[in-house]
């Protein structure tokens, strides 16, 4: 048997252990310093124990999320789909569909609109790592004014589910009813609910965020890269400026130029 690693002796050692401690480590790291009478060491395993409750409290609420989308979606096949974009005056309407195995879990998933940029990047990039499939449909600003929002939705739905290359037993989407697969069931904040629909809405976000940063290089001076395309004040004192660009939704603008004009 190999010697045990020895113990931190000085009360900076055992703080800096318990701060880089995995969870695991951590628990038993609290037992064992839990009678230490040093100040610092005393400060450190509370402040542990505070760690150790809210990664416990995050794996609870990611838990069940995984429980609530079988118990909703049933045994088989189960895809997540949501969109970003909808309301935004410049770029595509994107959606994401993604099926998730049940393990392992991707810690921190959530409606992307509670994460900060960098946390979805990282998310977004663990999602890639497990998912099963991952399937993206854009609809461009012309076709969302020669379709309507609507029938624009469900077809990108349809195409994002279809580009999964899956056949799924149940698609759970957030809000309401589309009609984009026969399978569909939709829940209210499903992407704050269900984990395949809180992993789509992050891949979603991300992919069209990036999208919108590349746009605004080729249509400087609409802020584009900033507002993601949405109605900042910004974008819309530049629109009533400049006019509309090619990725411009003319139905969406009309309320900021009396007679719309291209780029």
């Known amino acids: 048997m190999g010697r045990e690693t020895p113990r931190p002796v000085t009360a900076r050692e055992v703080v800096a252990t318990l701060a880089d401690a995995p969870l695991d480590e951590a628990r038993m790291l609290v037992e064992r310093y839990a009678e230490d009478p040093r100040k610092q060491v005393i400060h450190a395993v509370a402040s542990t124990r505070r760690r150790i ?40 309407l994107t959606v994401a569909a993604v099926c998730l195995p049940d393990d392992p879990m991707v810690l921190g998933i959530n409606d992307s609109k509670q994460l900060t940029p960098a946390r979805r990047e990282v998310l977004a990039a663990r999602i890639a790592e497990v998912a099963l499939a991952i399937g993206i449909a854009h609809v461009e600003p012309a076709s969302i004014d020669a379709l309507g929002m609507g029938i624009a939705l469900r077809q990108a739905m349809a195409q994002a589910i279809r580009d999964t290359g899956l056949n799924p ?32 809405s992050i891949v979603a976000k991300v992919t069209r965020d990036a999208l919108m940063v590349a746009l605004d290089e080729e249509y400087p001076g609409y802020h584009l890269a900033a507002c993601k395309g949405y109605g900042s004040a910004e974008h819309i004192a530049a629109i009533r400026e400049r006019g509309i660009s090619p990725i411009h939704r003319v139905s969406f603008c009309g309320n900021f130029l009396e007679t719309p004009r291209l780029f």
């Open 53 to 92: 409750e809210r990664e416990d409290a995050e794996r609870d609420r990611v838990a069940e999320m995984y429980r609530l989308q079988r118990e909703v979606g049933g045994p088989g096949v189960i895809i997540g789909v949501d969109e970003v974009g909808r309301g935004a005056l410049a770029g595509p």
């Open 169 to 200: 037993d149940c698609v759970l989407i957030d809000g309401n009813p589309v009609h984009a697969h026969p399978a569909e069931r939709c829940l209210v904040k499903g992407d704050a609910r269900i984990a395949s629909i809180a992993a789509a």
